[in-house]
């Protein structure tokens, strides 16, 4: 294979030298050279604010656990820059963490289990330059042949684990008896399967269901926010993260904590607001459509119910 010089630019946000030098080198070697890497979510928002101003659309190789800022606060101030950035998590938590499952649902374009297989970094790299030549054609119903429909609903069903009948009609425009036949082919070869109707959130003003959710912290307003594991210390009140207690030993008393659930007790998936340090249970968020870039609250979505598909075999 004929090694292609790529245009696009990629920014790689991870903490460890190592692993960021690897992801470089194997890029390098996919072609791509505008290969930007930084150590800290801090430095990776600037550096991602910087090359969308100067015109580039990076995609982003994120790391889950960064010792300055959240993963989460992280997409959500990537998206706020740029609404469509494709941010691919490398991450060893497990993918049912929850914090792993919020940036999922909250739109990350996919997922890397540490430590990295660089076959599946490629798999996925390759599907995302399909998809931005796909959407750069804008297609219409004229300009496609059948082929195209089927390719379009085929990469689409890949890049998801499981969308709706009203994501495929809007992304590929129009033929609804093409669309409805073809997924009927593809259940029945055990590709896809039925999960019934569902409900989902479509923006108010263009109807797309494009739309992904941003936090932000519910006192300030602010997204620069991390995921914490809290102890409280009975004997003296203190509530502060579980890195502050060193060697076991509470920050305000200096006393050891001794028993779990008899002199302190562990608050898991506290976010703590890095702005105006007050520390919640559940942040604020509001919508944000990525087709027309509305932002808009819960209250004012629209819900669509079409049939949704799970992807089983493709
Ligand atoms: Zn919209
Ligand atoms: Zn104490
Ligand atoms: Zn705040």
New binding site residues.
Partial sequence: MSKLVQKQHVLIIEDSQATALLLKNYLNNMGYEEIHTCQTGKTGIDTFKDLVSAGSEPFVLLDFQLPDVDALSIMTQLLEIKPDVKVILQTATEKSDSGVTELIRQGLYQYLEKPIRFDKLKEIITILEEEKQILEKTPTTETLGTMDVFKEIDFLLKSHKQLSLTMIEQFVGGEKEKIDSYLKDLESQGKIVKLGNKKEISCDQCDSVKVTQTFF?P????TD?KLAKLIEHFNCGNFSEEADYEDNKCPKCKKEIKALGVDYRVLRDRYI?K????IFQELSFNFLCLKCENRFPIDEAKWKTSQFFKVTNM
Avoid: L, Q
């Avoid at 702005?275 to 007050?278: A, D, K, L, P, S």
């Fill in positions: 912290c006192s300030c307003k602010e926010f607001c702005n105006c340090e007050e």
